[in-house]
């Protein structure tokens, strides 16, 4: 998870050094680890040993252990949260699919059905497929995840995932008190953008160069969800805040950042609803972790016949999600898609404060596993995508 993780801190580092970039991000570190989980449990060999050293798994075996913790997450239902998440694998006609990996691994542990299908002549019609599958795994929140396929597609893999949360109703915001203030933007400027609030007890932290609060959602399963805010201290220090988390990835983890429950003096989250799309592979590729990690196709034999047959490998990976958070809770959505081509002691009272009037950024975690579900970076609230 911690590799997954990381390519959602870099991707945000990445975009927000862009000179002019503006726009907000979203993804799911957990959509691109089940992808990745479903590819290296059919893998063997130097793409085996490699997967598995970059993804830190000591075997195979730990794979499936933890693939089968991260799809019961979601099979929990309970009174708490909508979390569905769902696979999908489409293979091409040349290269059926070995009947361990397709009934053991996909459908025993990703619940997943693989569809044989016609990428050399029919490419279009799988792409539409493709398209319809994960519109309906996002709720439609997600009409299309593909433009194109090439014609020599070996196999696509696919994730998707879908939560709706209303938040815990200890921590309920006042729709009636929704007010406009100022936004500060990276340029300096400011927007008037609807901001949220109540009068409850928040859990709050505050550490060297942010402020960190907690909204947990209502829960009557055995998974605890919940959304963190990392509010830096200063109105431009975004770029300082990540940095610092992608030199300290265990500052992320939750006993490294005690929050108390506190009465905020001043209390203002804004409202907000986006999509992002990316390229995981880029993103992988500048890390030092080239996507390219099939290096001999014979790798893939355990996976599926043939495989010695497919011309020079090549693997993409994409990601597209959405996030709505309003007084009522949130909703988010992913699809990750990859096609493998040929080719924290009580403290005396003080006043304390979060007013979330500058960029910022985000993560929803189930707190009992540590997954985490979504993260992300608001730059402007109103902006759309």
């Known amino acids: 998870m911690e590799f997954c993780t990381r390519i959602a801190n870099q991707l945000m580092l990445q975009k927000i050094y862009q000179k002019g970039f503006s726009k907000n991000i979203v993804s799911s570190p957990l959509s691109i680890n089940v992808v990745l989980n479903m590819v290296v449990a059919g893998s063997k060999g130097s793409t085996l040993k490699r997967m598995l050293s970059f993804l830190r798994y000591k075997s195979v075996d730990e794979i499936h252990s933890k693939s089968r913790k991260m799809m019961a997450m979601a099979a929990n239902g309970g009174n708490g949260p909508i979390l569905n998440m769902v696979n999908g694998a489409w293979v091409d006609q040349r290269f059926p699919l070995v009947p361990k990996y397709k009934t053991e691994v996909l459908k025993g542990i990703f619940k997943c059905e693989a569809n044989n299908v016609d990428f050399r002549t029919k490419a279009n019609e799988v792409v539409n497929e493709i398209n319809s599958w994960a519109n309906t795994a996002s709720r439609g929140l997600i009409p299309t995840i593909l433009e194109s396929v090439s014609p020599e597609t070996v196999l696509t893999l696919a994730n998707g995932i879908y939560f709706k949360g209303i938040w815990h109703s200890d921590y309920e915001f006042v729709a009636r008190w929704t007010t406009e203030r100022k936004f500060y933007l990276p340029d300096?400027?400011?927007?008037?953008?609807?901001?949220?609030?109540?009068?409850?007890?928040?859990?709050?932290?505050?550490?060297?160069?942010?402020?960190?609060?907690?909204?947990?959602?209502?829960?009557?399963?055995?998974?605890?969800?919940?959304?963190?805010?990392?509010?830096?201290?200063?109105?431009?220090?975004?770029?300082?805040?990540?940095?610092?988390?992608?030199?300290?990835?265990?500052?992320?983890?939750?006993?490294?950042?005690?929050?108390?429950?506190?009465?905020?003096?001043?209390?203002?989250?804004?409202?907000?609803?986006?999509?992002?799309?990316?390229?995981?592979?880029?993103?992988?590729?500048?890390?030092?972790?080239?996507?390219?990690?099939?290096?001999?196709?014979?790798?893939?034999?355990?996976?599926?016949?043939?495989?010695?047959?497919?011309?020079?490998?090549?693997?993409?990976?994409?990601?597209?999600?959405?996030?709505?958070?309003?007084?009522?809770?949130?909703?988010?959505?992913?699809?990750?898609?990859?096609?493998?081509?040929?080719?924290?002691?009580?403290?005396?009272?003080?006043?304390?404060?979060?007013?979330?009037?500058?960029?910022?950024?985000?993560?929803?975690?189930?707190?009992?596993?540590?997954?985490?579900?979504?993260?992300?970076?608001?730059?402007?609230?109103?902006?759309?995508?």
């Open 188 to 385: 300096g400027t400011s927007v008037l953008v609807p901001f949220m609030t109540s009068r409850n007890d928040y859990y709050y932290g505050s550490f060297d160069g942010c402020k960190v609060l907690k909204i947990p959602y209502q829960s009557g399963g055995p998974n605890r969800f919940a959304m963190y805010f990392f509010l830096p201290d200063e109105r431009d220090g975004l770029r300082n805040l990540l940095a610092k988390f992608d030199s300290d990835y265990g500052f992320l983890n939750q006993e490294n950042f005690k929050l108390r429950k506190e009465n905020l003096d001043e209390f203002w989250i804004p409202k907000f609803k986006f999509s992002f799309g990316f390229d995981v592979s880029e993103v992988m590729d500048n890390m030092g972790q080239s996507s390219s990690f099939i290096t001999n196709p014979r790798d893939l034999s355990e996976m599926m016949h043939n495989s010695e047959h497919a011309p020079g490998i090549n693997t993409n990976i994409i990601q597209k999600a959405y996030i709505e958070v309003d007084e009522k809770g949130t909703e988010a959505a992913a699809i990750t898609c990859t096609g493998i081509v040929g080719c924290a002691m009580p403290q005396p009272k003080k006043s304390y404060c979060f007013v979330a009037d500058h960029p910022f950024l985000f993560m929803i975690k189930e707190e009992m596993s540590g997954l985490v579900l979504f993260t992300g970076a608001v730059l402007n609230p109103i902006q759309k995508d």
